[in-house]
């Protein structure tokens, strides 16, 4: 398996361009296949979850042509029904995007259960609530998720989340915007990402409202037509990169982002005693030499987001006292604790909290990338430790950071990858030890 191999102790130095948002590009491809035209997508981070949902929508009959390395065209004019590769379905947990734009477009949709990070259970009851109220017929067994809509047209209904959901919010809105009337979604989640689906959806010809608040309302419109629109940068790449300067102790521009969207973890990093000055698209995170202790609770936008927990428990382990951390999203999101204690980290966790004895130099060690953030907070802790750290399972980490080595190594960064030929996806393989 393919591993990166860092040699820690280098500040990270100079600046660094953020990629189009992740969470937003893995909704916006999916549901593509409800617009009759040319959708052209430009800033798309090139990660393997895009690519995997342009191969998932070009195998429905979409047409998928690059413009250039964050630019694609997709003309889903000519797709027609046909079952969803489900090799491929399994393996990501966006897939679920396909149950809201197949219900849709086609009335029909035959896909598997989402795959994607490892955090505990992840139900969609919420989804399947979505569909239903919506009118279509879901049955979810074995594995597989068969929806049916009657006369094959949605129609608009009012649905109240029982939990705050991205996933959810964001398939009801892609079903809805076809369906027949008004829907209205209560308790809707308010990240970023959500604004942005919303706002690709009204420049295709949706009608789309409130989005980034807690009531969505959807006028359903007859079709979508083509056009261009460009995504937003990634929050948490920015947030990730803003933690990595931090933690090194290095002084890092993060650019091309919203510093509104940062803002939860702008407060948190000034707390540990960082220095974060705003720009109108960028933030300038210059590292303490004494890092102060913090407390961090997970919770839904405009909370600390759960994406970037692993990260800060990085920084919390350099820091000086105790710091607790309680996780408001995932039963089971501390896999990555296991891996920093190989590194020397002092860290208890019981249930959704975990407490960090921090003040402690981190030792290079091999580690695992557990899954997608928690494989970020490896590298993290591997650019602070004193000697070498290699991660294994990197395939995690190239889910959702664009060039993550390039871009590390171009700040200065003591990183490189090693390939081994016979390496495979791996996607659904890694087994960390339990906390
Ligand atoms: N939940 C339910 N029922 C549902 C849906 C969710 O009980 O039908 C629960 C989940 O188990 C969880 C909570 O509600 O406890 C929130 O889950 P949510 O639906 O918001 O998460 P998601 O849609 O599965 C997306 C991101 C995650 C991110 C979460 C929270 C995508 C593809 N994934 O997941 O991103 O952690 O929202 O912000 O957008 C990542 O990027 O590393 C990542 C894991």
């Known amino acids: 398996m393919d591993k990166y191999v860092i040699n820690g102790g280098k500040p990270l130095h100079g600046e660094v361009e953020i990629s189009g948002a992740k969470n937003a590009a893995v909704a916006i491809i999916p549901a593509a296949l409800l617009v009759d035209g040319v959708c052209r997508i430009e800033n798309l981070p090139q990660i393997s979850d895009v690519e995997m949902l342009l191969t998932i929508v070009s195998d429905l009959g979409c047409k998928v042509k690059y413009i250039n390395k964050s630019t694609v065209e997709v003309d889903a004019r000519n797709a027609t029904y046909k079952d969803a590769p489900f090799e491929l379905m399994r393996k990501i947990r966006a897939s679920y995007y396909l149950i809201g734009s197949m219900l849709g477009r086609f009335g029909v949709c035959k896909t598997t259960m989402p795959g994607g990070c490892n955090f505990g259970v992840r139900p969609i009851d919420q989804h399947v609530k979505g569909m239903e109220a919506l009118g279509a017929t879901i049955d979810v067994k074995s594995g597989f998720v068969l929806g049916d809509v009657q006369g094959g047209k949605l129609h608009g209904a009012r649905i109240y989340l029982d939990k705050v959901s991205v996933g959810a919010t964001m398939n009801i809105m892609i079903a809805a915007v076809l369906a027949q009337g008004r829907t209205i979604i209560e308790n809707a989640a308010r990240e970023p990402h959500i604004v942005d689906l919303a706002n690709f959806l009204n420049s295709m010809g949706a009608d789309v409202r409130g989005a980034g608040t807690d009531t969505i309302k959807v006028n359903g419109v007859e079709k979508l037509h083509g056009g261009c629109y460009t995504?937003?940068?990634?929050?948490i790449e920015a947030g990730t990169y803003m933690?990595?300067?931090a933690a090194t102790g290095g002084e890092v521009l993060i650019k091309n982002i919203i510093p509104k969207h940062l803002e939860c973890i702008t407060a948190k990093l000034r707390e540990t005693g960082t220095i974060v000055q705003q720009y109108e698209d960028s933030v300038l995170v210059k590292g303490a030499s004494t890092l102060r202790r913090?407390?961090?609770?997970?919770?839904?936008?405009?909370g600390f987001p759960t994406d970037m927990q692993p990260q800060i428990g990085v920084l919390l382990c350099l820091a000086n006292g105790t710091s607790v951390i309680t996780e408001g999203i995932y039963d089971n999101r501390?896999?990555?604790?296991?891996?920093?204690?190989?590194?020397?980290?002092?860290?208890?966790?019981?249930?959704?909290v975990c407490v960090i004895e921090g003040g402690h130099r981190l030792t290079g060690a091999p580690v695992m990338a557990c899954d997608l953030r928690a494989g970020a907070a490896m590298v993290i802790a591997g650019l602070c430790a004193a000697g070498q750290t290699e991660v294994e399972d990197i395939h995690y980490i190239e889910r959702g950071y664009e060039n993550f080595v390039g871009k590390l190594r171009a700040l200065g960064a003591d990183i490189r990858i090693e390939e081994f030929p016979d390496d495979q996806d791996g996607y659904d393989k890694v087994v960390c030890i339990p906390v």
């Not at 995504?231 to 929050?235: F, G, K, R, S, T």
């Not at 913090?294 to 405009?302: F, Q």
């Not at 891996?339 to 249930?351: C, N, P, S, T, W």
């Open 294 to 302: 913090a407390n961090v609770k997970t919770l839904p936008y405009p």
């Open 334 to 352: 501390y896999k990555y604790v296991s891996e920093l204690r190989k590194m020397g980290a002092e860290i208890q966790v019981d249930g959704r």
């Open 243 to 245: 933690v990595a300067a």
């Open 231 to 235: 995504i937003i940068p990634d929050q």
